[in-house]
């Protein structure tokens, strides 16, 4: 496959992994899983054509976790209250962690970033201008098409409400103005981060960060400012680590953890006026109940959960009906740690703690080497794992993409330099 057309591949799929709501709302779910079964085919192709490294990083010791994970989901179709649902879950699960594979193959890492930054950016542009051609249009808001819905339906279901001359949040192409946000913070990490590496001119970094922060202001995230700000820790604290030496890297992460408890224990307090400013409720939108009812379903299955199902099918019990909002039934747990314990009990939990500790142990090592690009991971993660807090995203779609393809793709510092030919994920190859 020439290099334009993996360039091609690659900007294609993670537009379509990071913007599956607008996808869907433009070409109907029948539609988004043509798209779908075509990036699945042509990650099998990329597969095939490199089966050497696609094995060296399958078959790796760093991706049992997360194969175990996904084995764990695939074995509780044994217990699942919906024994037909959980292997169509988890067909979704393991082909999008087809084509997390497929990406790491396709470019060299550096080049990966690079098309990362140009799609988040462009995702952004579209947005924009998406969003101004609604609010001009003569109804003023836009309805997913290819749908038939009756009058009066609640404002979520829209696909965007137009409102960004009247300051409302914006949802852009991507249907959803917590995700568009969110994908602006990724943008204005991956982009500041390939300018200090000097893989793009400095030059593009000022207006492609005030683009960045316009949508995070039109968008106005609390989950994303608040990732935004556990981001700029982890900077800083990447940054002490690798001044001082041992003593002083462990004062650092000692200060670090206490500065962190510190802020857990004042949180409430902290929240309250937060929210206030950004037009949030006590109850963070709502999330509080839905919390509270999935706490009951994992009180009465505590120990295997339900079954695996990503996301929520609304016509399978006890999902259906369990949280409606304002006429909207909602289909996760917005918090992907609580998600999971639901649905797989404790060890689905120790199975993706097992996860996230392999692979930020693994980054946290990469950063503190002086590779190209050596702290994206780590902040990437910082502000995956954060987002998984208050949105259960990190189990599908561009999240989930993103979490498989560091978990077998990053390696220690020492295993790179082993094999300075192999496309890891933080290699010298542009």
């Known amino acids: 496959m020439r290099r334009w057309a993996r360039d091609g591949y ?7 992994l990071w913007n599956g709501d607008g996808m869907r709302d433009l070409l109907s779910w029948w539609g988004f899983g043509a798209v779908s079964l075509l990036l699945l085919a042509g990650a099998i192709v990329l597969i095939s054509r490199d089966r050497a490294r696609a094995k060296a990083l399958v078959l790796s010791w760093h991706a049992v976790p997360i194969l175990a994970f996904m084995a764990l989901c695939l074995m509780s179709t044994a217990w699942s209250d919906y024994p037909a649902i959980t292997p169509v879950g988890c067909f979704i699960q393991l ?18 970033a690079a098309l990362f930054a140009i799609m988040l950016q462009a995702t952004l542009v579209i947005s924009l201008v998406f969003e101004v051609a609604v609010a001009l249009s003569p109804a003023g808001q836009i309805l997913p098409l290819w749908t038939n819905y009756s009058a009066n339906v609640p404002g979520a279901y829209y696909w965007s409400n137009g409102l960004i001359f009247e300051g409302g949040r914006i949802q852009g192409f991507t249907a959803n103005a917590n995700l568009l946000c969110f994908q602006a913070l990724l943008a204005a990490l991956v982009t500041t981060t390939l300018a200090q590496a000097h893989v793009i001119t400095r030059r593009l970094l000022v207006p492609a960060l005030l683009l960045d922060l316009l949508v995070i202001a039109l968008t106005r995230s609390a989950t994303v400012i608040i990732a935004a700000g556990v ?3 982890g900077a800083l604290v990447i940054g002490g680590l690798r001044r001082f030496g041992r003593r002083g890297r462990i004062a650092v992460l000692g200060g670090s953890l206490g500065f962190v408890a510190l802020v857990a224990l004042g949180s409430s307090r902290i929240a309250e006026p937060f929210l ?27 120990i295997l959960g339900y079954g695996w199902i990503s996301y929520w099918a609304p016509w399978v019990d006890p999902f259906r009906g369990l949280v409606i909002r304002d006429g909207v039934q909602y289909l996760q747990a917005h918090n992907a740690y ?10 689905g939990l120790l199975a993706l703690v097992a996860v996230v500790g392999s692979v930020v142990y693994r980054a946290l090592r990469v950063a503190l080497t002086d590779r190209p690009l050596a702290v994206l991971p780590l902040l990437l993660l910082a502000a995956l794992l954060t987002q998984a807090m208050a949105e259960s995203r990190l189990l599908i779609e561009g999240n989930w993409a993103l979490l498989v393809a560091l ?5 220690l510092p020492q295993a790179v330099a082993a094999r300075p030919h192999d496309q890891q994920i933080l290699s010298s190859a542009r």
């Open 10 to 16: 690659v900007l294609v799929a993670l537009f379509s």
């Open 95 to 112: 082909a999008t962690a087809t084509v997390a594979v497929g990406l790491c193959l396709a470019r060299p890492p550096v080049r990966l």
């Open 231 to 233: 981001v700029v820790v």
């Open 276 to 302: 206030r400013l950004l037009g949030k409720g006590d109850d963070f939108t709502g999330r509080l109940e839905i919390w509270r009812l999935v706490g009951v379903l994992v009180k009465d299955r505590p």
């Open 338 to 347: 609580l998600d999971i314990q639901m649905q797989l009990g404790i060890p």
């Open 407 to 411: 978990s077998v793709a990053l390696p």
